[in-house]
């Protein structure tokens, strides 16, 4: 399968698979509806970094984390689960992601 260079389109297919859809994309982060976690596209057009909200329920994280693996990978999509995010209100009204790489086992 060929992936396009920031295949949205398939983006949005692997959300729908686990019940979400995606709510805003802005250059390479694409964000799910209620803001639980976010994809980064990555270098090479058939990886996704995945990121996890500061807030979203740890015992969770997995199991969604292995859903759209799945997800993905009937698409010939890979992701790779980096780390976490916030979103931090700036002064001007603008919000500013900050993102937290994962502590190593």
Do not use: W
């Not at 693996?69 to 992701?79: F, L, P, Y």
């Amino acid at each position: 399968m060929n992936i396009p260079h920031r295949a949205l389109g398939i983006v949005r297919e692997i959300a729908a698979d686990v019940g979400h859809e995606v709510t805003y994309a802005y250059e390479d982060l694409v964000f799910m509806d209620h803001n639980g976690y976010l994809f980064q596209f990555g270098a090479e057009p058939h990886m996704l970094d995945l990121y996890f909200n500061i807030e979203f329920p740890a015992d969770e994280s997995d199991e969604m984390t292995a859903k759209l693996v799945e997800a993905a990978s009937k698409r010939s999509m890979t992701i790779e689960r980096k780390g976490h995010y916030e979103l931090a209100q700036k002064p001007d009204d603008n919000l500013e992601v900050k993102f937290f790489n994962p502590e190593k086992a």
